[in-house]
Antibody, heavy 119, light 107 residues
Framework: QVQLVESGGGVVQPGRSLRLSCAAS????????MYWVRQAPGKGLEWVAV????????YYADSLRGRFTISRDNSRNTQFLQMNNLRSDDTAVYYC????????????WGQGTLVTVSS | AIQMTQSPSSLSASIGDRVTITCRAS??????LGWFQQKPGKAPKLLIY???SLRTGVPSRFSGSGSGTDFTLTISSLQPEDFATYYC?????????FGQGTKVEIK
């Protein structure tokens, strides 16, 4: 079935790096733009980044540009989020999402992976 | 980046009540706005896209309206399963931006 499975979350010290992965299945991965959205504990949703279907175009939230890098490997049906110089306010559940088939905003969501930045 | 200002941040309502949530964009976004519902521990679910188009499978008590900078999500008759947090999201341009969310609680 169509699904997205995130991995790579965990506890990391401030200033360190972490790479999240999102494995896709059940659809033609290379046809869809992919997203990351995060949610700090008890807080609202924050859009993080998007990568085009071919991987050539990327956009980031203004507050994250320069520390976070989105990428994808269409041969492995996987997208990534490289997070550098992590801070305590990066603690959040990170959701992977796929653009919709009819409406781009009709996102297909993963279950999320928790990243905790703490010493 | 476009800022989305959502109000109220929370509200208390009873079963059967009509509920209205608003979202204002810092600049015109046409009709490029969606409304999501999120329940604790779950990923968000799209209710409305294109400001007023009901996603297939979403109950007709949900409706959206507006264009330009001002948008509204209306629940015509609140049901027990509607107690959740609601977010608007502009997909006019990147970076996309969410509203701050509205928590709908039981009165």
């Amino acid at each position: 079935q169509v699904q997205l499975v995130e991995s790579g979350g965990g506890v990391v010290q401030p200033g360190r790096s972490l790479r999240l992965s999102c494995a896709a299945s059940g659809f033609t991965f290379s046809n869809f733009a992919m997203y990351w959205v995060r949610q700090a504990p008890g807080k609202g949703l924050e859009w993080v980044a998007v990568i085009s279907a071919d991987g050539n175009t990327k956009y980031y939230a203004d507050s994250l540009r320069g520390r976070f890098t989105i990428s994808r490997d269409n041969s492995r049906n996987t997208q990534f989020l490289q997070m550098n110089n992590l801070r305590s306010d990066d603690t959040a559940v990170y959701y992977c999402a796929r653009s919709g088939e009819t409406a781009t905003i009709d996102l297909l969501w993963g279950q999320g992976t928790l990243v905790t930045v703490s010493s | 980046a476009i800022q989305m200002t959502q109000s109220p941040s929370s509200l208390s309502a009873s079963i059967g009540d009509r509920v209205t949530i608003t979202c204002r964009a810092s600049q015109g976004i046409g009709s490029d706005l969606g409304w999501f519902q999120q329940k604790p521990g779950k990923a968000p679910k799209l209710l409305i896209y294109g400001a007023s188009s009901l996603r297939t499978g979403v109950p007709s008590r949900f409706s959206g309206s507006g264009s330009g900078t001002d948008f509204t999500l209306t629940i015509s008759s609140l049901q027990p399963e509607d107690f959740a947090t609601y977010y608007c999201l502009q997909d006019y341009n990147y970076p996309w931006t969410f509203g701050q969310g509205t928590k709908v609680e039981i009165k």
